[in-house]
């Protein structure tokens, strides 16, 4: 059986590394990245794939369908892969933001493999991001809960202990977060044209 | 509380949506409204289609193309409610533009002049013009080729007609890879701001009340929450008032602005609103007072002879083969009954009749209806032709013979 040519037709280079990786593992190695600008049709049609996958979010995707339905330099017709047996795998495609297109005529056997692996890449690809937003997130604050501590430090004379309880019990009494409460002492104290 | 989820695309024309949301007519009328942002019409197609979402903000040609199965998996969609009319523009660059009258007040109020100067335009130009549109199965695509054919223009044979979607146009402008586009607002306003290209048409001197967006459902789910949408509706028609009332034009122009919604700047939202357009950049705006309709005219109403007249233009472009059970299909997407349903006691004026013919009111005229005076605008087509829905075989054949 001759090998499946897929494309991955994507803007954020990072995701679509992630999911070539992946199908490299698996075996598919006739994979080619296309990102979705300029004359990227021009190009897929050249390409003749078998697959292609693409993130649900691009707004090419119109763009995309377009072709599909005047391309004459495709050989077969292309359509969006739907297995109505499996209602399940469609909803976990949208979910995870994957949308596949597959020459007419390809078992579902061959195809479902692929989508399957793109989900869990694109699953994980965007659980990847969260964290990395969250660490930048928590990265951020703690450098400005140390700043409200130094202006504590120096302006009242505390220690580093004793100005961290104190944000700290500001914080519980107000009902809000440290980091909130840093991020007042610290614009309350530039204005007062306090300690930066 | 119901929760329900509608996806939209970032333009003006989800107005009626983000005012039911923001301004709490939806959550007045017991919904809990949840929108969802999407970049493309084939993601948004596919929320709605696979389920992930409960309705949806759809170009009306989409509408109908999907359950004709002429757009991907085909799935019975019903749209018994219209959320916009009018509201679209060509706009060209300013190389190809220069072939067109330089009066742009002119340009834009006369559509057939302009058509012409439209169509020796292309022959003038240095390559076919490569022209932009966001949908094979858009209202606008739709209008532009209407326009064109009347100068004697194919569409498909002296153009490239090339699909992007609303936000990219300005860019691939920018870029040189098209020569112009057709798009809803606010996109023609944010090209002529940006100095890439000036407006050669509107839409509402083409076809003064020409169909835009639907709100559209899976008619299964539809037919099986009765109630839940009558409450959608209600809360959507309070939304629709009042996004058509002047007193709220800045406000909405602010709400449409943020970043979750259009996200572009309310200056460039607020002149389809008040329906003065800047044609071209630093000069006196143009004044088209229907540039985009809301509410008034009952222009939520979804007449079924819109619905075939979309069809009679799906047949005229090839894009389907006539037969009656197409026809009845494509009539049926377009849901009167449910609208009567459910807005019947809502105090809003209320069309005695499903089908009218088409482009046949020259001036405002009073028709019938059940409850309060109703009052249609001049809906005319720019060349005058009239659509009659139970005649369009005839429609069409007069159309070619042209």
Same mark, same amino acid.
């Given at each position: ?28 190695? *006739? ?77 579902? *056997? ?87 | ?222 037919? $099986? ?13 309070? $939304? ?25 700047? $309310? ?31 009952? $222009? ?103």
């Amino acid at each position: 059986m001759a090998q499946l040519r897929i494309v991955i037709i994507d803007d954020s280079g990072l995701r679509a590394t992630v999911l070539e990786e992946g199908l490299r593992e698996a075996g598919y190695d *006739d994979i080619q990245l296309v990102p979705p600008r300029g004359a990227f049709v021009a190009r897929l049609e050249r390409i003749a794939p078998d697959v292609v996958l693409m993130d649900l979010g691009s707004p090419s995707r119109d763009t995309l369908e377009e072709m599909l339905v005047v391309s004459r330099a495709l050989a077969k017709p292309i359509a969006m892969f739907v297995d109505q047996s499996d209602e399940d795998m469609i909803g976990a495609a949208i979910d995870a933001g994957v949308s596949a297109y597959v020459v007419d005529g390809l078992r579902k *056997d061959r195809v479902k493999p692929i989508l399957d692996l793109a989900i869990r890449r694109f699953n994980a690809f965007s659980r990847m991001q969260t964290e990395l937003d969250e660490a930048k997130t928590a990265l951020a604050e703690r450098k400005t809960i140390d700043r409200a501590k130094a202006i504590l430090m120096e302006s009242r004379k505390l220690g580093e202990a004793e100005a961290y309880a104190l944000l700290r019990s500001a914080a519980m009494n107000q009902g809000r977060r440290i980091a909130d409460v840093a991020e007042a002492l610290i614009t309350a104290s530039s204005l007062l044209g306090g300690a930066q | 509380m119901t929760p329900i989820n509608i996806a939209f695309l970032p333009l003006t024309d989800s107005a009626v949506l983000i005012a039911a949301k923001e301004k709490g007519f939806a959550a007045d009328a017991g919904i809990d409204l949840k929108l969802v942002r999407s970049t493309s019409w084939a993601t948004l197609r596919d929320r709605l289609v696979y389920g992930q979402v409960h309705a949806a903000h759809i170009l009306a040609p989409l509408a109908i193309a999907v359950t004709l199965g002429l757009s991907q998996h085909p799935a019975a969609l019903a749209a018994p409610f219209k959320l916009s009319i009018n509201g679209n523009a060509l706009t060209m660059s300013p190389a190809f533009a220069a072939a067109l009258d330089p009066d742009l007040h002119r340009r834009i109020e006369d559509p057939v002049a302009a058509a012409h100067d439209f169509a020796t335009a292309i022959g003038l130009h240095h390559r076919k013009p490569i022209v932009g549109i966001v949908h094979r199965f858009s209202s606008h695509a739709l209008m532009l080729r209407y326009w064109l054919a009347f100068a004697g223009v194919d569409p498909d044979r002296d153009l490239s007609l090339r699909v992007l979607p609303p936000s990219l146009m300005v860019e691939a402008m920018r870029a040189g890879e098209i020569d112009g586009f057709i798009a809803g607002a606010p996109w023609a306003s944010v090209a002529v701001a940006e100095g890439v290209g000036e407006l050669a048409a509107v839409s509402a001197r083409i076809w003064q009340r020409g169909v835009e967006k639907v709100l559209a459902f899976r008619k299964d789910w539809m037919e $099986a929450e009765a109630g839940t949408v009558d409450k959608v509706l209600q809360g959507l028609s309070q $939304a629709a008032i009042w996004c058509d009332a002047t007193e709220n034009q800045e406000e909405l122009a602010e709400l449409l602005s943020r970043p979750a919604y259009v996200g572009q700047p $309310a200056d460039v939202i607020l002149p389809q609103l008040t329906g003065h357009l800047v044609a071209r950049l630093g000069e006196l705006p143009v004044t088209v007072p229907d540039a985009i309709l809301f509410h008034r005219e009952a $222009a939520a109403f979804p007449w079924r002879s819109q619905a075939l007249w979309i069809y009679s233009q799906f047949v005229r472009w090839k894009m389907i083969e006539p037969s009656a059970k197409a026809e009845r299909l494509a009539a049926d997407v377009f849901r009167s009954d449910v609208y009567r349903r459910a807005l019947g006691n809502a105090g809003v004026p209320m069309p005695g009749a499903s089908m009218k013919v088409e482009g046949a009111l020259a001036a405002p005229t009073a028709v019938g209806s059940h409850r309060g005076a109703l009052t249609l605008g001049p809906d005319r087509f720019f060349d005058g032709r009239e659509f009659d829905p139970h005649h369009i075989a005839d429609y069409l054949a007069h159309l070619s013979a042209r």
